[in-house]
């Protein structure tokens, strides 16, 4: 059975950084792309950050301020928020994308806020 898990989400003032992690479990086959969505209360899904065979894509608002990784051996993928702002503040998912099916983690939700 695949789980995804996240951390690291929490309360953060802004202009500070959090880094938070998804870990991943059980066989997961023909993955094409991983990455990071968040919902914000009262809105869609959105995509933040994505990497989808060699390329990294990022949504408009954190270009310059977030970056995706992954650690294959860890099974692992990285989000490194800096700069943050307010409306940041939402729950962020790990999303894994295979040919037959996404994948989800449950949310780890960031808060910034003085």
């Known amino acids: 059975q695949v789980q995804l898990v996240e951390s690291g989400g929490g309360l953060v003032q802004p202009g500070g950084s959090l880094r938070i992690s998804c870990v991943a479990s059980?066989?997961?086959?023909?993955?094409?792309?991983v990455g990071w969505y968040r919902q914000a209360p009262g809105k869609q899904r959105e995509l933040v950050a994505a990497?989808?065979?060699?390329?990294?894509n990022y949504a408009d608002s954190v270009k310059g301020r977030f970056t995706i990784s992954r650690d294959n051996a860890k099974n692992t993928v990285y989000l490194q928020m800096n700069s943050l702002k307010p409306e940041d503040t939402a729950v962020y998912y790990c999303?894994?994308?295979?040919?037959?099916?996404?994948?989800w983690g449950q949310g780890t939700q960031v808060t910034v806020s003085s």
């Open positions: 059980g066989r997961i086959f023909s993955i094409y792309a």
């Open positions: 999303n894994i994308g295979t040919v037959m099916r996404d994948y």
């Open positions: 990497i989808n065979g060699g390329r990294i």
